[in-house]
């Protein structure tokens, strides 16, 4: 495995060199001259695969800026990388773990090994005990503890355990069970669960405690809050075992809850947080769009899961993605992505995609432990069209910042309604043309804008955008796109030569709000040690907790 140690630092590598050097050569080019001197770049800069349309010709590079992209994934050693993380090795070096949400979705018969075991056959074990179950609440066969149907489904789980299942649901809506209701409870500000259940009839209300260690604070303290909630309205210990069953990898605190460990799904160390809406985490989904729906998605995910495995470079999605990225990261100095999905069933997809992105590859230091001397992840951001038009996408058209662009669309809409569908995708390929080819202040001019106005009106264009068509958004469609994104972030953690799957960064404040707690308490004098900043906020809360304050 490369552990950063084998090949040379990734800035003395010939070909991030080479990249250097070509830089300058390219930073002026205008996508307009780009466009004009070569009638077939957008033929060329377009790559398809498992019905996924990857339209790359609306970026500032040159055939020869992609030559050395291409080189400098195979000079960094992505390929290694790739094989690596198929084969189970432990390439999450700092949590000495393998990386394989692959493996929940490879298929039954396949085999992917985590120290000398196939984990397939454990995985489609769960997949079959979660469709039985999902069934059985889906037909109303299990009831509540009074006897009554179960109508309401609550995840309760944060981070990883909730960004996959609100967006996978929002996302396959169409597809759900419509006399089910689904809710999502993750923040541990109490109005998240108050919100979440206030109309809501606790005899048939079923809870999903998703948490893969069951111990995060947030999801512990609303999972109790659930279980008062619970036992207020039907008043007996057994009611747990009816409206609540555990997503875990901790079968001993699940059990300690009251969670009947007959209904615990379980999963691996091997899955990642941000990367296990596949596994068990996705029972919410599977209750809302049925197992046969589920499996379509992982299908979609194991098909882009062989596309990047076995596609050479320069006609793999994931890696054109994550190098064009790159490219826009290390050499332009560019800090953001946007991504801008034309489907109201993404909403949740950018804030899905700022954990995967940002979680994954905000690190400062490569796997050997030695400061970066570049940039790594990006920050990602975005809505879905048309309304991010209305507020900033001025930014993105005439601001001083240059903001590379996904355009996400579906070529059938779900919901065919008059002529909606043409005038939501003439808006996306017009943003996306305005933004590459802009208005010159001569045609400003031209139509007979003053002098004065004319700056203000023009555009300088030469913004890069990437247009992902897919044919319609199924399971398998979203299970395609989110692979996608998935293997892009790990090209580009490969090349930075970075821990891609830990986390580190979340700790410092997790531990510091543990310490804090005990201090929120009102009467005790606490003797306080932290900042003077610090300090003056915790007493000042406290003094809003006496019973004189605000008298
Ligand atoms: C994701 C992270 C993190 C995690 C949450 C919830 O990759 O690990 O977001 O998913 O902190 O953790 P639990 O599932 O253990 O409650």
Redesign the pocket.
């Known amino acids: 495995m490369n552990m950063g140690t084998s090949t040379p630092p990734l800035t003395k590598l010939a070909a991030w060199q080479a990249l250097e050097a070509h830089y300058p050569k390219v930073r002026d080019l205008h996508l307009r001259k780009l466009f004009a001197d070569d009638t077939k770049r957008a033929e060329r800069m377009t790559a398809e695969a498992v019905g996924i349309y990857f339209d790359y010709s609306k970026h500032r590079i040159t055939d020869e800026t992609l030559r050395l992209l291409l080189q400098l994934a195979e000079e960094s050693g992505l390929r290694a990388r790739i094989d690596a993380m198929f084969r189970g090795e432990k390439i999450n070096v700092t949590e000495k773990r393998a990386v394989l949400h692959v493996a929940l979705r490879a298929p039954n018969g396949q085999s992917m090994m985590v120290d000398g075991e196939d984990v397939v056959p454990q995985v489609h074990a769960v997949l079959d005990k979660m469709a039985g179950f999902s069934n059985r609440v889906r037909s109303g066969e299990w009831k509540g503890h009074t006897g009554k149907r179960i109508c309401n489904v609550i995840n309760i789980?944060?981070?990883?355990?909730d960004l996959g299942p609100v967006m996978a649901y929002e996302a396959l809506r169409y597809y759900s069970q419509r006399d089910l209701t689904f809710r999502f409870v993750s923040n541990i500000d109490g109005t998240d669960f108050a919100e979440a259940t206030r109309d809501l009839d606790a005899e048939e209300t079923l809870f999903i405690i998703?948490?893969?260690?069951f111990?995060?604070l947030e999801?512990m303290t609303n999972a109790h809050t659930a279980r008062d909630w619970i036992l207020k309205s039907l008043k007996h210990p057994a009611a747990v075992a009816r409206h609540f069953v555990a997503v875990s990898t901790n079968a001993a605190a699940v059990a300690m809850f009251g969670i009947d460990t007959a209904n615990m799904f379980e999963f691996w160390d091997w899955v990642?947080?941000?990367y296990s809406m596949d596994a068990a985490i996705g029972l919410s989904t599977m209750i809302a769009i049925g197992s046969e729906h589920f499996l379509a998605m992982l299908d979609g995910f194991h098909q882009m899961d062989e596309h990047f495995r076995t596609a050479p470079f320069e006609r793999n999605l994931p890696v054109l993605m994550g190098l064009l990225g790159l490219w826009y990261n290390n050499f332009f100095g560019a800090q953001t992505i946007a991504v801008l999905p034309y489907e109201q069933y993404l909403k949740r997809f950018p804030a899905y995609l700022q954990?995967l992105t940002m979680?994954s590859n905000g690190k400062h230091v490569t796997l050997a432990g030695t400061e970066v001397d570049y940039q790594t992840g990006p920050i990602y951001w975005g809505e879905p069209g048309t309304n991010g038009q209305h507020s900033f996408y001025q930014l993105i058209h005439q601001g001083t910042k240059l903001i590379p662009c996904d355009f996400i669309g579906f070529l059938q809409p779900l919901n065919p309604l008059g002529r909606h569908h043409d005038l939501l995708f003439s808006n996306m390929f017009a943003q996306a043309e305005a933004l590459a080819f802009g208005k010159t202040s001569q045609e400003v001019q031209a139509e007979g804008t003053p002098a004065w106005l004319a700056p203000h009106r023009t555009f300088e264009g030469n913004r890069p955008s990437s247009t992902i068509l897919l044919e319609r958004l199924t399971p398998e469609a979203l299970g395609k796109l989110i692979a996608l994104y998935e293997h892009s972030v790990f090209t580009q953690g490969a090349i930075w030569s970075i821990d891609s799957f830990d986390?580190w960064g979340?700790e410092l404040g997790k531990a510091l709000a543990v310490r804090i707690i005990p201090e929120l308490e009102p009467a005790a004098e606490h003797q306080l040690t932290h900042d003077s900043s610090t300090n003056a906020l915790i007493r000042r809360y406290g003094r809003a907790k006496e019973p004189s304050h605000g008298r």
């Open positions: 789980g944060i981070g990883g355990s998703s948490s893969k260690t111990a995060t999801t990642g947080g941000r954990q979680e986390q979340v």
